[in-house]
Antibody
Framework: EVQLVESGGGLIQPGGSLRLSCAAS????????MSWVRQAPGKGLEWVSV???????YYADSVKGRFTISRDNSKNTLYLQMNSLRAEDTAVYYC???????????????WGQGTMVTVSS | SYVLTQPPSVSVAPGQTARITCGGN??????VHWYQQKPGQAPVLVVY???DRPSGIPERFSGSNSGNTATLTISRVEAGDEADYYC????????????FGTGTKVTVL
């Protein structure tokens, strides 16, 4: 079965760090374009970051310089390292797979169930 | 950065047609994707590349895109279609290519 399972969320103090994981099954993370998307409580979807199959990475302005997307091919897992966390980073974080294998299309056909990150003192 | 604007809410009676718009500068030159999100659940892709449907998505969901407006149309609306809907584009020329619309709450009366 093709699926994504996130983990690593929790309560963290402002200024702290957290690493989210997204374990994939049924497909190969390194062969796909993989993104992180977040949703603050009661708010809309916000794209956060992408890693291309070739390894290029891009970030939303709101997280650039603080978050790092990466992957471990041996574990078939996607990561999001989040540093210098702020209250406004509080959200459910989803990992998602781009359906296109030929170039990023932005159409995410597989989503994880989400992991909640709460930044609060 | 690229901005996508949606109406906050759309109300529709069962059996009628709901149309959700997504406005953006020359959006017709981009591929638009649409997601359905029900409370407490992850989003689900319902239309991609303006008008294509993933496997398993009913034909009642259709999309169009031209000029400065893309539209998701839900025909013969059912109670189960009540959800939030988001449009999205991928701006490959940008350093932050992923862009979601503001979201539209569809209420079935």
């Amino acid at each position: 079965e093709v699926q994504l399972v996130e983990s690593g969320g929790g309560l963290i103090q402002p200024g702290g760090s957290l690493r989210l994981s997204c374990a994939a099954s049924g497909f190969t993370v390194s062969s796909n374009y993989m993104s992180w998307v977040r949703q603050a409580p009661g708010k809309g979807l916000e794209w956060v970051s992408v890693i291309y199959s070739g390894g290029s990475t891009y970030y939303a302005d709101s997280v650039k310089g603080r978050f790092t997307i990466s992957r471990d091919n041996s574990k078939n897992t996607l990561y999001l390292q989040m540093n210098s966390l702020r209250a406004e980073d509080t959200a459910v974080y989803y990992c998602a797979r781009d359906r296109s294998g030929y170039g990023p299309s932005g159409a995410f056909d597989i989503w994880g169930q989400g992991t909640m990150v709460t930044v609060s003192s | 950065s690229y901005v996508l604007t949606q109406p906050p809410s759309v109300s529709v009676a069962p059996g009628q047609t709901a149309r959700i718009t997504c406005g953006g500068n020359n959006i017709g030159s981009k591929s638009v994707h649409w997601y359905q999100q029900k409370p407490g659940q992850a989003p689900v892709l319902v239309v991609y590349d303006d008008s294509d449907r993933p496997s398993g998505i009913p034909e009642r969901f259709s999309g169009s895109n031209s000029g400065n407006t893309a539209t998701l149309t839900i025909s013969r609306v059912e109670a189960g279609d009540e959800a939030d809907y988001y449009c999205q584009v991928w701006d490959s020329s940008s350093d932050h290519p992923g862009v979601f619309g503001t979201g539209t709450k569809v209420t079935v009366l």
